[in-house]
């Protein structure tokens, strides 16, 4: 009777091991995470840093040689154009002035002379095309009414209706600009030509503001003695405020002017909409954070949102641009997670019931997120994300529980 107990433990001792090790090397399902295939708005978008900038600066410059009095403005006082006295200049008595000066003089009224005329047919042409401009999108928006022009329609006409005023306001402040040195220049040259003697302050010199803004930089403050072309001061809107974004070259030669983008990360509640204006013809090299020299093109953005929706946004401040280049309402897509490149294709590890099945998959539009599914899946199909080296092709798998600790 003992032998037959010892036997019988000695039995299930040895079966309890054999099935521990038959457990223990028993093929298990790989815990994995999975994600679906959806049909959702995919867009793809060109994500660098930019920064703010003033579109038009202007230096303010002395007119003549003479004795500057100092200037009583600080870097964010406003001025009004054509009122505010930015600066006076006592010129040099005219006796001690030579021909060569009088000749500067009457050369620098009539470069301004030249610099206006100039000026005013362009602005004549850049109001004729707002016009245009203005006209088309009337137009576009009743065919919309009727189903006979299409959204995209819209808002190319939109488009060219805002880059006409962008266009229209430089050219209006150019004039204004040139008016401006017109103006200084024959008040200049009034002040260095020999006259009869009178008070003292018939001959200073008064420098109007150019611009209606407000001061930027002072380059001198205190009086002293200046040149003909010495900066003074620097002035400028801080209202009209453009994009500066700098890119990688491959990327600028996907980016098209009238480009919707987004500005995000500037400090507001919600990313402010933007419009490429310009897209730069001549590249940089600039040495990245990990010290790789890139080819990088400048990208200027014009903000649609009117100044008084941005007042916290000034000059040279920091934002994020995401420039868009494609995207559609309804677009077959996975999570880039799930792809990976298996003998120079596209693959992706699909479950069917609790096996991982290896398919391979063309992909069409991508970003950092998600991927256009070309062909390889449907909507509803099932994929693993970040497939570890445990997953092959027909193993076991095991959908993770996402909210377990």
């Known amino acids: 009777m003992k032998s037959l107990v010892r036997i019988f433990l000695?039995?299930?001792?040895?079966?309890?091991?054999?099935?521990?090790?038959?457990?223990?090397?028993?093929p298990q399902p790989v815990?994995?995470?999975?994600?679906?295939?959806?049909?959702?708005?995919?867009?793809?978008?060109?994500?660098?840093?930019?920064?703010?900038?003033?579109?038009?600066?202007?230096v303010v410059a002395a007119p003549l040689a003479g004795h500057l009095l100092r200037i009583g403005f600080d870097p964010g006082d406003s001025v009004t154009r054509g009122e505010t006295v930015l600066a006076m200049i006592e010129p040099n008595p005219p006796d001690i002035l030579d021909v060569r000066?009088?000749?500067q003089a009457e050369a620098k009224v009539r470069a301004a002379r030249a610099a206006w005329d100039r000026a005013q047919p362009l602005l004549d042409r850049a109001r004729e095309q707002l016009d245009f401009a203005q006209r088309e999108l009337e137009r576009t928006q009743k065919l919309a009414k009727t189903n006979s022009a299409t959204k995209r329609d819209v808002e190319h006409a939109e488009m060219l209706h805002r880059t006409g005023m962008h266009d229209y306001?430089?050219?209006?402040h150019a004039q204004d600009i040139a008016q401006f040195e017109l103006e200084l220049?024959?008040?200049?040259?009034?002040?260095?030509?020999?006259?009869?003697?009178?008070?003292?302050?018939?001959?200073?010199?008064?420098?109007?503001?150019?611009?209606?803004?407000?001061?930027l930089r002072l380059f001198q403050q205190s009086a002293t003695v200046v040149r003909s072309g010495d900066r003074l001061l620097e002035v400028?809107?801080?209202?009209?405020?453009?994009?500066?974004?700098d890119v990688l070259s491959n990327d600028a030669v996907r980016i098209k002017s009238g480009d919707r983008a987004f500005l995000e990360q500037w400090g507001g509640e919600r990313p402010l909409p933007a419009t490429v204006r310009r897209i730069e013809p001549s590249g940089f090299t600039k040495i990245s954070a990990l010290g790789v020299e890139e080819q990088r093109v400048n990208v200027i953005l014009d903000l649609d949102d009117p100044p008084e929706q941005r007042r916290e946004l000034g000059d040279a401040f920091r934002v994020e641009a995401?420039?868009?280049?494609?995207?559609?309402?309804?677009?077959?897509q996975i999570s880039t997670g799930a792809l990976f490149r298996r003998g120079g294709q596209w693959?992706?590890?699909?479950?069917?019931?609790?096996?991982?099945?290896?398919?391979?998959?063309?992909?069409?539009?991508?970003n950092s997120l998600a991927a256009q599914i070309v062909a390889g899946l449907e909507a509803g199909d099932e994929v693993i994300l970040h497939p570890s080296d445990k997953v092959r092709d027909g193993v076991q798998v095991q959908r993770r529980d996402l909210n377990a600790p």
């Open 185 to 215: 220049a024959q008040a200049a040259l009034v002040r260095v030509q020999p006259a009869d003697p009178g008070p003292a302050d018939d001959r200073r010199l008064p420098i109007l503001a150019p611009i209606t803004g407000q001061v």
């Open 169 to 172: 306001t430089a050219a209006r």
């Open 101 to 103: 000066t009088v000749a």
């Open 347 to 366: 693959a992706v590890f699909a479950v069917r019931g609790d096996r991982a099945e290896l398919r391979t998959i063309e992909i069409g539009r991508r």
């Open 10 to 26: 000695f039995l299930l001792v040895g079966g309890t091991i054999a099935g521990g090790l038959v457990w223990s090397f028993w």
């Open 236 to 245: 400028g809107d801080p209202a009209d405020l453009e994009i500066e974004v």
């Open 31 to 58: 815990n994995v995470e999975v994600a679906t295939v959806t049909r959702n708005p995919l867009r793809v978008s060109v994500d660098e840093d930019g920064r703010t900038r003033i579109k038009e600066r202007y």
């Open 322 to 332: 995401r420039i868009v280049i494609w995207e559609q309402d309804d677009v077959l």
